[in-house]
């Protein structure tokens, strides 16, 4: 994978079917969905006065069922075999959308409320298995990627089905097209599935709480034990509130300040639609084709920004009534507030991609499904928590649309702010990530030597201030880095050596209490199941050439016997961050992009292990990367 692009994956039987039956399956819900909205406001079947309850009764009753039933789907998800269970939940669209169909056509609204009421626990019976069959599916290289495709694809479905629904409605015998149409897609959504390779279940054994209430409390709680992913879901939740609060707005946008033609409704949606979409595939270039929460914190940043000037975009405009898409498009006073939008999206999609491939990848394999089920209930709620906030600040508190964008762009660099603060591993990545993209363009070979799990030492030459850095951006793992205590405290880096929870240390003659803190602590670390990495030199090197290795790593390895990793850096020698021609630091750079390699040796066993022999090995290494 990390040699092809992510559009490799519609091309294999693993990924395609899936791909398409969850697009069709959000194309189907949204056909339906925005089709019923249509029929209660232009059809006539209800009061024009009733008009705006059952509109607001239909979005209740789609979502309803993602808060009843999405913790049970979760277990179901994990004792299934999820291939199956695919087919049995689109087998349940088709018989829905069969009955949904005949209430179309005989204008039965309460059948199809009803219907709406069943499509909402369908998809909430889907949801959980939908990205849970990713990780079997995909190697780990390939999870982003997948990811991003799959978020392109719902977006550009939900799109679609919207689009359809209005086309649909526009003809004559609308009903009838639209009741054919609603099961067509079903059907074509089951036979998809019906090619979707097996994917095991992740817990056989596991018995089913069919207490939608107590359940729901049980998927909250056993979220809540892994503080990363629960802290990932409640970011993943908020992009659902930001996405509700200017979606749910776009109609009444297009009305009172856009000139008041629907067509400019579904120019809004189809911007903000591809934008997510954009930067969903964007998310694979970005991260190297791994999980890099480093691009989060710019998918935040991003969202910002685009938000706040869309307040100034707006409040600047001038329109003559009922323009048409086209003429709209056309007036170039119309591209800052299009440009905010698509970017505000595009962002959005650089921000939650990573999350949703970080749950799927740290969430235990046996509650996988259970995970997701609590992220699809917290989605959710944050929905309605958006439409709430809507009310309150557009009715109650009478601010402008343009205001409301200002808002909720403002409270969204606070909340994800909170988020960073709670798993600085966010702001850690994110710092790496520029660096290695900025200054640095780092090659690594050899990095799958560094086993997935398990406790295990790393030991590399020490060349500059930002060796840490680049190797803690190659290396998949978080690592805990051994480094001079003068180094650890320097003013403008001592917070994000703190933040990556560095072990500080120091000769046992300037301080021997530092000294054994430190082993103390990379015991721990090593217990612990953790990757210590060590600059056995104790000191950058002043020449550019490797320095003597001195015998702490026989201490670490005595006193905890865990395999240990060569490894070595080049490229380095002659940057700002270098002794080289004076102190670092102290320079003025004469570049700023370099090119670093970072080779890791294979796993030596703690048989034998001595610091002369590890030195020789990185220089070995070092020798063979020239």
Known sequence: MSQHSQFTLLGKRRFLPYFITQALGAFNDNLYKNALLLLIAFSGIIAEEDSALYTNLAAGLFILPFFLFSPIAGQIADKMEKSRLIRSVKLLEVAIMLIAAAGIITNNMLLMMTLL????????????????????????????????????????????????????????????????????????????????????????????????????????????????????????????????????????????????????????????????????????????????????????????????????????????????????????????????????????????????????????????AQTIAANNVMNALFMVGSAAFGIISLVVMKLSIAEYFCVIAIMNIVVVGYVYSQVPEFALRFVIWMLSHTMYRVSHKGIQNIPEEGPVVLVCNHVSYVDA??????????????????????????????????????????????????????????????????????????????????????????ETPVPVIPMALDGLWGSFFSHKDGLALTKTPRRFWSRVGLTVGQPQAPDNIKAISLEQDVRNILANQS
Not at 342 to 349: K, T, V
Request: hydrophobic share 50%; aromatic share 10%.
């Open 117 to 368: 009421f069943l499509m909402g626990l369908q998809s909430a019976l889907f949801g959980p298995v939908k990205f849970a069959l990713l990780p079997q599916q995909l190697h780990k290289d390939e999870l982003v990627g997948g990811n991003a495709l799959v978020e392109m694809g719902t977006f550009l479905a939900i799109l679609g089905g919207t689009i359809t629904a209005g086309l649909l409605f526009d003809l004559s015998a609308a009903k009838y097209w639209i009741a054919a149409g609603v099961i067509f897609f079903a059907v074509l959504g089951y036979f998809s599935s019906r090619f979707i390779p097996t994917a095991e279940a992740g817990d056989p054994q596991l018995t089913i709480n069919w207490n939608p209430l107590t359940e729901l409390v049980n998927t909250l709680r056993n979220a809540r034990q892994q503080r990363a992913v629960y802290l990932s879901i409640m970011a993943i939740s908020w992009f659902w509130f930001l996405g509700a609060s200017y979606l749910t707005q776009f109609p009444n946008l297009a009305r009172d300040h856009l000139g008041g033609n629907p067509q400019i409704v579904t120019l809004l949606l189809t911007l903000f639609s591809v934008g997510v979409a954009a930067g969903s595939l964007l998310c694979e270039k970005l991260s190297g084709h791994k999980i890099e929460l480093g691009i989060v914190p710019i998918g935040s940043l991003g969202m910002s920004i685009f938000g706040v000037d869309l307040y100034f975009a707006i409040s600047s405009l001038n329109i003559s009534s009922d323009l048409s898409a086209l003429a709209f498009v056309q007036n170039a006073d119309h591209w800052r507030m299009m440009a905010d939008i698509a970017l505000i999206s595009l962002f959005g999609g650089l921000y939650v991609v990573p999350l949703q491939a970080l749950i799927q990848q740290r969430s235990d394999e046996k509650m996988r």
């Open 469 to 558: 850095l680049l190797i803690a951006g190659a290396c998949p793992r978080p690592i805990r880095f051994v480094m001079d205590r003068s180094i650890s405290e320097m003013p403008g880096l001592k917070w994000f050596f703190r933040l990556a929870k560095t072990i500080p240390i120091c000769s046992p003659k300037a301080n021997n209490e530092v000294y054994e803190t430190a082993f103390r602590r990379i015991k721990e670390e090593l217990a612990d199941g953790q990757v210590v990495c060590i600059f056995p030199e104790g000191k950058l090197t002043q020449t550019g050439e490797i320095d003597t290795f001195r015998a702490g790593i026989e201490r670490i390895i005595a």
